[in-house]
C-alpha cells in the first residue's frame, strides 16, 4: 500500500528545495507565474508526487467549480454548454477573468467576508443589509485587504458613513473578549483565547502578553449610545491600562498595546490636553487626541505583522483549496504548523507585494493545476492525506451557494430575471409612453449585468435567508461537514424546495416535460450537474422513467430531487 | 498497521470483562464460541441507555454538590441533609436531597481547563485533545438496539451548542446527536402532499443511485455523513407521533410547564422509545456575576423536574438499565468577584450521577476545607469518560476497531472510579 505520510513528508524538503530556488534565483524566478510556482511549491511535476496526484478536472468539473467558488453558484444549462462547446485552449483562463469581473464575484465575496467576519452572529449595533452592501460595494472595487481591515478597525461608527465598517467592533460590543479574540483568530490567524487567564497551558507560543497586548489597543474606547438618537457609536478614553494576571502563577503584567511579539507601542508623553472632545457626564463621545484604537489599524497591517498576511493568504488559499495551509484556519501555533510552510510564506508575500489585491491571488490559486485536479483519486491512491493537496477536496456549498445553486437549477433564477425585466420595462413604459429616451434607456438598464444581479438578488434574498437558517451554523466556522436531520427533512419535504419543482412557467420541470427522452435527460444534466449524462446514467434515469409512466409529470419533478438532493450536488468538487 | 479481530461484531470486542465474569458464573452454559455471541445479543437486549442533563456554563460546586457553609468561600446557602445519611448538599436541590439515595456524587475533579468549549469536549471525549466521539456518540453506536427507529443520540436544547461533526468524530454522522431545538418535532417531518409513499421510496431510490455513481473514487466520510442526515431522516418521519403526543395534565403537574421540565419529558419518551443516549442541556450556568440569585433561579428550575424523570425511569424499572449523569464543562471559582460571581473554574469541582452500573449513595473524593484544591482522589474526564461507559456494561479499555485502524475508546493512560461501579 502506498501512501503519503504527513510526518516523514517529503514535500517538505521540496518545499524548502523550491524556497531556496526562489530565494537564489532571484527576480528571474520570480518572472515565473504565481500559479506555476504554487503547483512547483505542491509538488507538481515530481514523479513521486504525480504518481498519487489526481488527474486533470476535466472542463466540466472545472467550470461548475470556478462558477461556485467565484459566483457563489453552479452554471446555467446554458453556461454549462457554453463552456463545454468552447474549443479555445484558454478557455479556462478567460472563464476566470470573466467570473472574477462579473457583479456575481462581489456578491460572493461580501457572503465569504461576512460569514468569516461576523460569523453569523445576530444583528447588533450596525444592520445587516448597509453592512452587506458596504462588503459587496468593497470587493466589487476590489478594495485590498489591507485597506479594508484598516476601515474596519479605525470606523467609529459616530456617522452614516462610518458605521457599516464599524460593525465588526460594534457587534461585538467593544467587549474584550470577543473583540481581542476575534482579532487574533479572524485577522492574525491565531486563538488566544486561553492565554487570556494563563499562558496557554498545551501551545507554547500563545502567551498571555499576546492577547492582552491585543486587548491594549481597545480597552480605553467602549460602546457610546447618543442620549437622544439611541444610536451606538465608538467613544475612547485618554488614559487606562490593561493589567494581567495569571491564574496559574500569580505572575503579572501590564502591557501596553502589541501586536504578537512586535515591539510594544507606548503612549506618546500626554500633552496638556488630553481629549479632543472632553468626557462631559456620559452625554458625550470623548475623543483622545492620542487614541490607542487608531493605532490598530496601523500595527495591524504593518508589514513587520507577518501574521496579517500569512493569515489573508491561507484563507484565500483554503475558501479555494477546502482546507487551509494551516488548518484549523485560525489555530496556526508551534504544534499545528503550516503543511507547505514555503507555500503559504510565498502567497503571503506575493498578496503582500500586489497591494493585498485579492482577487489577483484567487485568480492565481484557480489558473494553478493544483486547483484544477480531479476530486477523483488514482486507483490505488486512496490514502493520500487531505494535506497534500494531491486531489481536490470535496467543498460543502455554503448556505448561499446551496440555495442559488438550487434556484438556477430549477432554473427560479432564470424565470424571476424575466419577470423583473419586463417589470421594469412595462413600469417605464406606463411612466411615460412618448417618452422614446426613457423607454430606451429601460431597455439599457434591464440588460446591465450589475441591474439584473442586484435585482435578483433582491427578488431572492429571502430565499437565501431560510437557507442560512436550516444549514448555518452559529459562532466558530470551521470547514467540516456536519449534515443534520432536520436539514435532510428541509430538503426532502420542505415546501421551498417543493414549490420550485412544480411545472409553473419558466421552471426547469415544465422545461423538461416538452423534452422527448434523450434531450430530456440530457438537459437534467446540464441544469443540476452543469455536465452531461454518461450513457449508464442515461439507462438509468430511462428506466426510472418507464416505471413512473402513468405520472410522467410527476416522474420529472421527482427526477429533479434526486439530482439536487444527490451528494453530487450538494459538495463543490 | 493493526489489523485485529474480523468477523465478529465490534459489540463483542467491548463487553465489560465485569459482565462477562458476572454471567457466566450465573449460568451453567459454557462459553464456547457461541457465548459471546449470546453476550452480545443479551448486551442489546436489556437495552442499556444514557441520560445527561448538562448544566451549561458551569454549575457552582459550591452551591449544588459541594456545599461549604460558613467557610470563607462557602456564599449565603447552607446544606441539608439528604436520604443518605452522612451526606450534605446544598440546599438549592430540596428535591435531590431525598433521592441521593439513588445517586453519587464525585467531588474531585480536576480538569485543569478553565474555558468552556475546551471543558465541554474534555467532559464529552474524555480526551483532551484530539478528534473523539463524544459519549452520546459512543452509546449511539454501542448501545442502540438494532431496530430503533430513532437516532441513537438526541440532544435537546433551547439553542445550538457548535458540536462538531454532532459529537461523532470518525464513527460518523450516523452517530452524531440529533438535535431538537425545545420541545418541537422536527420540523418538515410530513412527506410532500401529493407524494404517496411509494413514489417516496421511488425518488429515493433514485437519489441512491446518483450518489453510488459520485461515491467511485472519493472520499466517502463526507458523503456518507450526507446521506446519513437523509437515513436519519426517513427514520423519523416513521416515529412522527411521539413527537406530536401532548404531556398530560399529571406530567405538566409534576413536571412543571417551563422550558426544562417540557425537555425531561420529551427526554423521558425518548428513552422510553430506544434512543441510546439522550442529553438535554439546561443552559445559563455561567455566573459571572450575581452568582447566587442565578443558582437560586437556575437549580431552583432544575431540581423538580430532573427528579421527577428521575422517579419516573425508576417506576418504570429503566433505572437500573439507564445511567444518569448530571454534569457541566467544569465549576466555579470558590473566590467570589467583586460582582458577586464565581468565575470558571476546572481546578476542583463536582459531578453526580447514579443509575445503570453505579454503586448508590456514595460520594467519592473530596476537596479541601475551602474547596480551594482537591484533597482526595483526583480524578478528570478521562476517569469519568471510563467509568460511564463501563457503567452501561461497555469495556471502555477496548478499541473502535474500524477497517484495519484500531482506536483505544478511553484514554488508555487512566481508568475508570472502580470504587463508584456497582
Known amino acids: 500500500m502506498t501512501r503519503l505520510m504527513h510526518s516523514s513528508n517529503p514535500w517538505t524538503t521540496i518545499c524548502v528545495a523550491v524556497a531556496i530556488i526562489i530565494a537564489a534565483a532571484g527576480s528571474t524566478y520570480a518572472e515565473v507565474p504565481l500559479h506555476q510556482r504554487i503547483d512547483a511549491a505542491i509538488g507538481c511535476g515530481e514523479a513521486t508526487f504525480e504518481q498519487h496526484a489526481a488527474d486533470d478536472a476535466g472542463d466540466a468539473a472545472f467550470a461548475r467549480r470556478v462558477y461556485l467558488d467565484f459566483t457563489g453558484m453552479i452554471p446555467s444549462s446554458t453556461q454549462a454548454r457554453q463552456f463545454l462547446a468552447d474549443p479555445s485552449p484558454d478557455k479556462r483562463a478567460r472563464l476566470i477573468d470573466a467570473l472574477l469581473r462579473s457583479p456575481r464575484y462581489a456578491r460572493r465575496m461580501q457572503y465569504v467576508f461576512d460569514t468569516m467576519l461576523m460569523e453569523r452572529r445576530p444583528d447588533k449595533h450596525v444592520k445587516a443589509d448597509v453592512w452587506h452592501e458596504y462588503l459587496r460595494k468593497s470587493f466589487s472595487a476590489n478594495k485590498p485587504w489591507n485597506q479594508l481591515v484598516t476601515e474596519m478597525l479605525t470606523a467609529d461608527g459616530a456617522d452614516e458613513a462610518s458605521r457599516p465598517a464599524a460593525k465588526f467592533l460594534l457587534d461585538r460590543e467593544l467587549k474584550t473578549d470577543p473583540v481581542a479574540r476575534d482579532l487574533g483568530r479572524v485577522f492574525l490567524g491565531r486563538d488566544l483565547q486561553c492565554a487570556q487567564c494563563h499562558d496557554h497551558p498545551h501551545i507554547d507560543d500563545y502567551l498571555q502578553r499576546h492577547y492582552h497586548g491585543l486587548a491594549a489597543f481597545l480597552n480605553r474606547s467602549y460602546l457610546f449610545v447618543d442620549p437622544k438618537s439611541k444610536q451606538s457609536s465608538i467613544g475612547e478614553k485618554a488614559e487606562g491600562v490593561v493589567k494581567f494576571t495569571s491564574v496559574f502563577t500569580s505572575e503579572g503584567g501590564e502591557t501596553p498595546p502589541r501586536m504578537l511579539d512586535l515591539p510594544a507601542i507606548d503612549d506618546p508623553p500626554p500633552g496638556k490636553e488630553l481629549y479632543a472632545v472632553k468626557p462631559e457626564k456620559k452625554k458625550v463621545r470623548t475623543v483622545p487626541i492620542y487614541s490607542r484604537r487608531l493605532q490598530l489599524a496601523v500595527a495591524m497591517t504593518d508589514p513587520s505583522n507577518v501574521a496579517f498576511r500569512q493569515n489573508i493568504a491561507n484563507r484565500l488559499w483554503a475558501l479555494l483549496m477546502g482546507r487551509g495551509i494551516v488548518e484549523p484556519v485560525d489555530m496556526w501555533h508551534e504544534g499545528n504548523p503550516p503543511s507547505h510552510p514555503a507555500l503559504l510564506d510565498l502567497l503571503a508575500n506575493e498578496l503582500h507585494e500586489h497591494d493585498y489585491d485579492m482577487r489577483f491571488l484567487l485568480r492565481e490559486v484557480a489558473l494553478s493545476k493544483t486547483y484544477q485536479r480531479s476530486s477523483q483519486y488514482k486507483a490505488g491512491a486512496e490514502n493520500v492525506q487531505d494535506d497534500q493537496f494531491a486531489v481536490a477536496l470535496l467543498k460543502p456549498l455554503t448556505p448561499e451557494q446551496l440555495a442559488w445553486s438550487m434556484m438556477q437549477a430549477t432554473a427560479l433564477t432564470d424565470a424571476t430575471l424575466a419577470d423583473l425585466k419586463a417589470k421594469q420595462l412595462a413600469s417605464t413604459a406606463t411612466k411615460d409612453t412618448a417618452d422614446e429616451v426613457a423607454a430606451a434607456d429601460a431597455t439599457t438598464v434591464v440588460d446591465d449585468p450589475v441591474w439584473q444581479e442586484q435585482a435578483l438578488h433582491d427578488a431572492l434574498k429571502r430565499h437565501v435567508d431560510t437557507f442560512v437558517t436550516i444549514f448555518g451554523v452559529t459562532g466558530i466556522q470551521t470547514s467540516r461537514f456536519d449534515a443534520s436531520a432536520n436539514q435532510a427533512l428541509f430538503l426532502r419535504n420542505g415546501a421551498v424546495l417543493q414549490s420550485w419543482l412544480q411545472p409553473n412557467g419558466q421552471r426547469l420541470t415544465s422545461h423538461l416535460k416538452t423534452l422527448e427522452r434523450p434531450q430530456l435527460i440530457d438537459e437534467l444534466f446540464f441544469a443540476v450537474f452543469s455536465r452531461p449524462p454518461t450513457a449508464e446514467e442515461i439507462e438509468q434515469v430511462t428506466r426510472f422513467l418507464e416505471t413512473q409512466q402513468e405520472n410522467q409529470d410527476r416522474a420529472v419533478g421527482q427526477l429533479v430531487w434526486a439530482a439536487l438532493s444527490s451528494a453530487e450536488f450538494r459538495f463543490n468538487h | ?422
Open chain 2, 1 to 422: 498497521m493493526m489489523r485485529r479481530n474480523h468477523g465478529c461484531n465490534p459489540v463483542e470486542h467491548i463487553m465489560a470483562r465485569r459482565q462477562f465474569l458476572a454471567s457466566s458464573a450465573a449460568s451453567a452454559v459454557g462459553m464456547g464460541v457461541l457465548g459471546n455471541r449470546a453476550q452480545a445479543n443479551q448486551l442489546q437486549r436489556q437495552e442499556k441507555r444514557i441520560l445527561q442533563v448538562f448544566l451549561q456554563g458551569g454549575v457552582s460546586q459550591l452551591e449544588s454538590w459541594d456545599p461549604k457553609p460558613g467557610t470563607v468561600h462557602g456564599g449565603p446557602f447552607q446544606a441539608i441533609p439528604t436520604s443518605v445519611p452522612g451526606i450534605h448538599i446544598s440546599e438549592l436541590l430540596p428535591h435531590v436531597a431525598q433521592r441521593m439515595h439513588l445517586l453519587s456524587i464525585v467531588r474531585s475533579i480536576n480538569i485543569k481547563i478553565n474555558d468552556h468549549e475546551q471543558g465541554r469536549q474534555f467532559m464529552e471525549k474524555g480526551r483532551r485533545v484530539g478528534d473523539y466521539p463524544y459519549v452520546g456518540a459512543v452509546a449511539s453506536k454501542y448501545l442502540t438496539p438494532p431496530d430503533s427507529e430513532l437516532p441513537g443520540y438526541v440532544h435537546v436544547s433551547s439553542r445550538g451548542l457548535n458540536d462538531v461533526a454532532g459529537g461523532a468524530a470518525f464513527l460518523g454522522a450516523k452517530h452524531s446527536q440529533l438535535k431538537l431545538i425545545g420541545v418541537q418535532p422536527p420540523t418538515n417531518l410530513a412527506a410532500p402532499s401529493g407524494l404517496d409513499d411509494a413514489a417516496d421510496v421511488d425518488r429515493n431510490q433514485l437519489r441512491l443511485e446518483f450518489n453510488q455513481r459520485f461515491a467511485q473514487r472519493r472520499s466517502k466520510a463526507l458523503t456518507e455523513a450526507y446521506d446519513a442526515s437523509y437515513h436519519q431522516a426517513a427514520k423519523l418521519m416513521g416515529r412522527k407521533e411521539m413527537f406530536e403526543g401532548e404531556a398530560s395534565q399529571q406530567d405538566l403537574d409534576r413536571y412543571g410547564t417551563h422550558d426544562f421540565g417540557r425537555y425531561c419529558l420529551l427526554a423521558r419518551t425518548l428513552l422510553e422509545n430506544g434512543a441510546a443516549c439522550v442529553k438535554v442541556t439546561h443552559h445559563g450556568y455561567d455566573s459571572h456575576a450575581e452568582n447566587f440569585n442565578f443558582h437560586l433561579e437556575q437549580l431552583g428550575e432544575f431540581d423538580k423536574p430532573f427528579c421527577m424523570l428521575l422517579d419516573d425511569l425508576k417506576a418504570r424499572g429503566m433505572l437500573e438499565s439507564t445511567l444518569v449523569v448530571i454534569y457541566s464543562e467544569f465549576g466555579r471559582t470558590p473566590k467570589v468577584n467583586v460582582r458577586y460571581g464565581r468565575d470558571h473554574w476546572g481546578t476542583a469541582w463536582s459531578i453526580a450521577l447514579g443509575g445503570c452500573g453505579i454503586q448508590p449513595g456514595a460520594v467519592v473524593g473530596k476537596t479541601n476545607d475551602k474547596g480551594t484544591a482537591v484533597a482526595d482522589r483526583e480524578v478528570d474526564a478521562g476517569h469519568l469518560f471510563h467509568t460511564y461507559l463501563q457503567a452501561v456494561g461497555l469495556d471502555s479499555t477496548a478499541d473502535h476497531d474500524l477497517q484495519g485502524r484500531s482506536i483505544p475508546i478511553g484514554d488508555p493512560s487512566v481508568a475508570p472510579i472502580e470504587e463508584l461501579l456497582a
